[in-house]
């Protein structure tokens, strides 16, 4: 059984062609591959011996012996993918968030691209006049 504060603290999500893993105590987002999104919320609570045991069947040895290195790199280089939750009173409250955008909004909606051109009017990017989005570093696949 996992527990809480071992369980890496992301959200996955995949379009029809990749697979992405939303760091929420980054707020970054990193694009994956299969075997490393198939393993992902077992790092921590599982040490290598036990993601293998769990995941070599299906994906091979090899590959989830390296999805599972990358992601420890991830952990350790970039502080991806770690376990530890946000302190509390770091994000805005309700009322903020009420006071800021007065309407009653019920729904966000998050589009992934990597072809931003920093046009859409609540941008505050200050490098609006790019015209794509620079690759992170720390994508791996």
């Given at each position: ?75 350790r280089q ?22 800021q955008y ?39 696949s």
């Amino acid at each position: 059984m996992h527990t809480s504060e071992k369980i890496p603290y992301v959200h996955k999500f995949e379009t029809a062609a990749f697979k992405y893993v939303y760091d929420v105590r980054t707020m970054s987002i990193t694009r994956v591959d299969p075997v490393i999104w198939a393993i992902i919320d077992d790092v921590g609570p599982l040490e290598l011996d036990g993601i293998l045991a769990t995941y070599g069947d299906r994906w091979g040895t090899d590959a989830v012996r390296k999805a599972y290195t990358e992601v420890v790199d991830a952990q350790r280089q970039h502080g991806l993918f770690l376990a530890t939750r946000p302190e509390p009173g770091l994000y805005w409250s309700e009322e903020d968030i009420k006071a800021q955008y007065p309407r009653n909004r019920m729904i966000l909606i998050l589009n992934v691209t990597a072809r931003c051109n920093y046009a859409c009017a609540y941008c505050t990017n200050e490098l609006r006049s790019r015209t794509m989005m620079a690759k992170r570093s720390y994508v791996i696949s």
